[in-house]
Structure formats: structure tokens, C-alpha cells
């Protein structure tokens, strides 16, 4: 009684935030890993906690290892405790750790400020 298909989702990743879900996500997306966003949420079954962890999962198996790659580099990245902030070009929020915007590639304001702007103290 094999229910093959059914489970040939991966799990790769449970997310803290929507956002951090949704930003795995995009990086996927952006090299042709097909993923999608499972919410964990059980509003019902433990009481008034909402209890709800983001999880990622690759749809196709051959995409897994790329994926796994894509996440680790994803996570090396330094956050340096920065705040997210939001990318003026398209109005995304990028999490901390990105100097510019997965989605457009615009940069962070901070970085452009202090790009052309010399504090005056
Ligand atoms: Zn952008």
C-alpha cells in the first residue's frame, strides 16, 4: 500500500516568520527551485496560542540538493543583528542579513546614504 507521490514533497526548511519563509522562498524561486509554504498553524487543538512555524518544501526531489545549497549559503550569511528593512524599489521587506533586495537587487537606504553622505559630527 505505497502512496508514492503523495509524500515526495521535501521539507526543507521551518521558518520563525512568514517573511523568512517567503524569502527562502524567493531565493528559490530565483534559480528555478520550485517550492511552496506550508503553515504549521493549530488555532484550535492547544488553545488561545497560535502556534505557527512557516515551512518550506520542494515540490520536485531532483531539486533538493540545489535547494539544500541555496539555504546554506542563505544561512551563512552574517545578520549582523540588522534590523529588516525595506526595499525602496519594489517595496519589499529583506531581512537584515541582505545588503540589497533579492527581488530587485535594489539597495538597502542605510547603505546608499552612507555611500554618498559623510557623517558630520
Ligand atoms: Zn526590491
Not at 546554506?72 to 542579513?97: F, M, Y
Amino acid at each position: 500500500m505505497s502512496e508514492k507521490g503523495i509524500h515526495s514533497m521535501k521539507k526543507l526548511y521551518m521558518a520563525r516568520e512568514s517573511s523568512e519563509a517567503e524569502m527562502l522562498k524567493g531565493l528559490m524561486e530565483q534559480q528555478g527551485i520550485e517550492c511552496s509554504i506550508r503553515n504549521e498553524t493549530m488555532l484550535d487543538a492547544i488553545g488561545p496560542l497560535v502556534f505557527c512555524y512557516p515551512e518550506v518544501w520542494i515540490l520536485r526531489d531532483e531539486d533538493y540538493a540545489a535547494a539544500s545549497q541555496v539555504m546554506e549559503d542563505w544561512r551563512a550569511t552574517p545578520s549582523g543583528g540588522k534590523q529588516a528593512w525595506t526595499c525602496p524599489e519594489c517595496g519589499e521587506e529583506i531581512s537584515g542579513q541582505f545588503d540589497s533586495c533579492w527581488r530587485c537587487a535594489g539597495h538597502e537606504p542605510a547603505v546608499a546614504e552612507s555611500l554618498s553622505d559623510h557623517e558630520d559630527t
